[in-house]
């Protein structure tokens, strides 16, 4: 797969599961993602949130986007709060694939996190053999 393929899967799902570290633990949450050209994912969370925290503990991350039709694209990186500066134009693109987070911009405290990917898989399980391609990025 190319990274356009990869692309075009993770804008077809609004959801995925994001797992941070704590302490050596893991721990998982569902989050409402949206993708930039560059193939990184963001999502928006309450700045008090366990994944917030974890984060910015331990910023890598892994995600897993899919699992309909036996296919998922699994995706591991390093996440960080988006800068203000670099804001407005992420936001416009959250914003086209979640316009409730227009209401949720509001909360005092509202945070948006970027997932750059440095790793990603795709795998197909509807097929056999499945068919599993993988990604590096740097």
């Given at each position: 797969m190319t990274?356009?393929?990869?692309?075009?899967?993770?804008?077809?799902?609004?959801?995925?599961?994001?797992?941070?570290?704590r302490d050596g633990a893991?721990?998982?949450a569902l989050v409402g993602i949206a993708v930039t050209d560059s193939l990184e994912i963001m999502f928006d969370t309450v700045a008090g949130?366990?994944?917030?925290a974890n984060l910015l503990a331990d910023p890598r991350v892994a995600l897993v986007a899919g699992w309909d039709y036996g296919q998922t694209v699994q995706v591991e990186g390093t996440a960080d709060l988006i800068a203000r500066k670099e804001l407005a134009a992420y936001k416009e693109i959250y914003f086209a694939v979640w316009p409730d987070g227009r209401e949720r911009?509001?909360?005092?405290?509202?945070?948006?996190?970027?997932?750059?990917?440095?790793w990603l898989?795709?795998?197909?399980?509807?097929?056999?053999?499945?068919r599993i391609e993988e990604l590096t990025l740097r």
């Open positions: 990274r356009s393929d990869f692309h075009a899967f993770l804008c077809q799902h609004r959801l995925a599961v994001l797992s941070t570290v893991p721990q998982a949130s366990r994944k917030c911009e509001r909360w005092p405290d509202i945070a948006y996190v970027r997932v750059r990917p440095r898989r795709f795998s197909d399980y509807g097929m056999a053999p499945p």
